[in-house]
């Protein structure tokens, strides 16, 4: 099955599953996801009264989750999603979320001093783009938090055959979770992504696995 990744579709397809995008996070994590998510932004260890981005929010838990371990942060998020924006806005009261296009946001140069993107990037049609989008919005010495998929192996194979079985029977949305397993397949390994950071001007500062290497953050500084 071919599957279309412009940002029209793509956004199309996020609408759609909104209601549900939460509930199947857990099912298909085996409700470990907001403890990766937590880890990935603890190791960030956010300074006070930081202004910090949540890209691709999608329903927020990253700007929840750092609101939370930092509430003196700005915190701001950014979905092109309405119906994602909206159950965000719900579950992060304390930030400021608005419809845009990752790629190409109305901040001003050098706003942020932390940007978190959590299973995003793999969505976006053109990564160069948001990778340069995140860069021109960070502060010098700033840091981009990256949280996706990890390493493509045998545990990784029964994962997607677990996940496109449970959500067949399930989910009523067969499409949008074969998608998920075949964006995820072409997504680059995180080594692979950490020479893309590079090649946009970000130097790594860490990288890190969970989950028996199934997924990888990597934390990334604008010098
Ligand atoms: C898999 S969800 C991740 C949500 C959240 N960050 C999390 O960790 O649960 C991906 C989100 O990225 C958004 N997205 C994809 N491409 C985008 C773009 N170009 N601009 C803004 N949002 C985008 C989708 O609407 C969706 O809400």
């Known amino acids: 099955m071919n599957f279309d990744k412009t940002p029209r579709k793509i956004k199309k397809m996020f609408d759609k599953i909104a209601p549900q995008y939460d509930f199947w996070n857990n099912i298909i994590s085996f409700y ?17 009264n ?29 979905d092109f999603s309405e119906k994602m924006i909206n159950i965000a806005k719900t579950k992060a009261p304390n930030t400021v979320f608005s419809l845009q296009d990752a790629t190409n946001t109305d901040f001003e140069d050098s706003y942020f001093d932390y940007i978190l993107m959590g299973f995003g990037l793999r ?24 949280i996706d998929f990890g390493c493509k192996n045998f545990l990784s194979t029964i994962y997607d055959f677990a996940i496109l079985l449970l959500t067949k029977l399930f989910s009523g949305n067969e499409k949008a979770y074969k998608y998920l397993i075949k964006s995820k397949n072409q997504f680059p390994s995180p080594n692979e992504l950490v020479k893309e950071f590079n090649n946009c001007g970000f130097e790594v500062k860490k990288i890190n696995f969970c989950c028996c290497k199934l997924i990888s953050y990597q934390i990334l500084i604008k010098n």
């Open 50 to 78: 930081s202004k910090v981005l949540d890209l691709c929010s999608g329903s927020g838990d990253l700007s929840r989750i750092a609101k939370d371990m930092e509430p003196s942060i700005e915190s701001f998020g950014v």
């Open 123 to 146: 969505n976006i049609e053109d990564r160069k783009k948001a990778l340069k989008e995140v860069f021109r919005l960070l502060k010098k010495g700033g840091y981009f938090l990256h």
């Open 32 to 48: 470990t996801h907001i403890y990766i998510k937590k880890a990935a932004i603890r190791a960030l260890t956010i300074k006070p």
